[in-house]
């Protein structure tokens, strides 16, 4: 179909974003691409009116699309060009700002190129009939002569672009479809001059061959990991790849194609039954001989020819002779003997026209290594140019995601199916594709059951609005040990009509070593590096948790100092010092249970708290056992040293509700203990407010 003369003008200084918009519109017009304002004004100066519209970017380094809306309009080329304005920004002051300046549409990004397509040809169809109403007849004429071409011309866009995709995934050349389409022809006309059974018209020929660029459709929903695997698939693996020709069917059903349901039977059929053999050893219906379609059977042949003598990503190519000697042995598989005879005859001919044919530049995808097509002319398909672009974009992000560590996962709601990257079967085993997630979520043990629930919490949170969110949480690995990850989702909705959830696309990243680090650090700054136990910021903190109203029924808080430890200090060193206080340390720590806490809170001071303790009686005896830790003679390095201690006890809620209260009042019973004569414990009493009075002490 030859381009009309009508010129887009597509102003974007993002090259994936015009390429994606030439890629709508190439096939029907010619395309005019500016990367910034001032590029784009002296394109409409050289084209002028011959340009049908300019889809214009608003932000944009050098000139942005305001200030070109704003040229044009004092000019008044806006009257004669329209222009749709394509941007990111969705408020209403854009769009009132835009519309102001005699822009004809605006379309927000993300767009749906059908939706775009139609509104851009709305567009043109307009400003025809604005310029050229005296020639309304005629130009009715033309634009319907003008969609039934564009509508020809899409479905064979449609199906090059789909067929592209599938080898830019498979890591073949781009010239598998073509030679398939080629080959297929040869041997359905080979088969019609030998077979007067199978013959075919020259029509129907190349309807065929056309729907050969179908078969292999089906790949488009099989995994990379599958797809792209260098080595020998595994037995799972290939039943995942064997899948490709169901899917393939479940692709054309969606497709819902009414115009030509002969050529859509021959697509169908060649998808699903492309993989059958004649002895019913293929799949996915193990047909038998004739049950097989000629079209299945020709492509059947066709793919295995064309795959043995290309290039793969797990093998390389075979000689021509090699091909042959491998089909017509059954080591591809048993096929129609009148077929494969038909074949044999005509390889060489076959093989000559392979030969001769023209190549695309050698473009064999063997990543990571991507080369950039060189555009020498406009004659060049633009399809290369957007799923090179759009193939750079997916390499790109397969290899961040690698580099990251990070395992990406993508949750298809519709089907509850869970994909994951290559990175999670690494770390957890299983398979990297889970089908029923919201059952295995539900029951998995790799979970916390309150790590579930928190989860689900979250997840059932998520809106259009809110449609982020961060989650942190320890799962149990494959080899058994809980490490700590933060899970990052993003929800993608569906807001056309009612907002539907229809993905869920995130990443678990591994913090376990933070967490640990974090941990350790924490512990570091509560802890008394000497004795081990816990400081006095620790001690503090912990207290003012305990001590919330209706956290505990009673308790005590025992202040403890070493009696005389100046002298031990000044006489015996202070390495025999830092001795004498970790072994008290020690020893405290085993006395008191775990619910107990037990500080250093600086010099040769010490702070225990019993909670919930039984009586008094009960604080009087573990009294008596803190005495008796310092009733001992201490010998470190030929040194001995007979130590003793004192203490002083407030009691809870009596005494004091807070830490300060507390440690105040045990502070003063301390005292008390010490002016008695030291070794011993005294309780605190208001009347130490007044230093005399009768006091509860023990003299050992």
Sequence with gaps: MEKS?????IVDDVELNRAILCELFHSRYQILEAENGEEALTLVKEHGSDIAVMLLDIVMPVMDGIEVLRIMKREQLIDTIPVILITAESNEETALRGYNMGVSDIVNKPFNPDIVCRRVENIIELYDHKNHLEKKVQEQLSILNQQAQKLKQTNSFVIDALSTVVEFRNCESGSHIKRINMITGFLLEALSSRYPEYYFSPETIDTIASASAMHDIGKIAIPDSVLLKPGKLTPEEFEIMKTHTIRGCEILQSLDYTQDEEYYNYCYDICRHHHERWDGNGYPDHLVGE??????????????????????????????EEAIQMIAGGECGIFNPQLLKC??????????AISNAKQPADYMRKPPALRMPVYSSGEESLSDRTLWLLELERE???????????????????????????????????????????????????????????????????????????????????NGKQEWFEIYIHALWRTDEKAECVSLIGKLTNIHSIKMEKKRLIRQANTDPLTGLYNRKAIEDMLEG???PGTLQNGALAFIDIDNFKSINDTFGHQFGDETLKHVGGQLKQLFRSSDVVARIGGDEFVVFLSNIGSRKVIQEKAAMICNVFCQTLTEGGMSASISGSVGISCYPEDGSSYKELINKADKALYYAKHMGKNQYAFYHPDMEESEGVFDTRIL
């Design 343 to 352: 074949f044999l005859e005509i390889s060489d001919t076959v093989h000559e």
């Design 396 to 478: 790109k992000y397969h290899t961040l995601a690698e580099i990251s560590g990070e395992i990406i996962f993508d949750y298809d709601a519709r089907s509850d199916t869970m994909l994951f990257s290559e990175k999670y079967v690494e770390v957890f085993g299983g398979s990297f594709r889970i089908p029923n997630m919201t059952q295995v979520l539900s029951a998995t043990p790799r979970i916390a059951a309150e790590d579930k629930i928190s989860l689900f919490k979250m997840l059932e949170s998520l809106s259009p609005v809110n449609s982020s969110c961060k989650i942190e949480f320890p799962l149990i690995t494959q």
């Design 546 to 548: 305990y001590l919330k």
């Design 291 to 320: 049950q097989i379609s000629i079209p299945a059977q020709v492509v059947s042949l066709a793919d295995v020819y064309e795959a043995l003598i290309s290039e793969r990503v797990y093998k390389p190519a075979y000689t021509h």
């Design 5 to 9: 003369a009508k010129i887009i003008l």
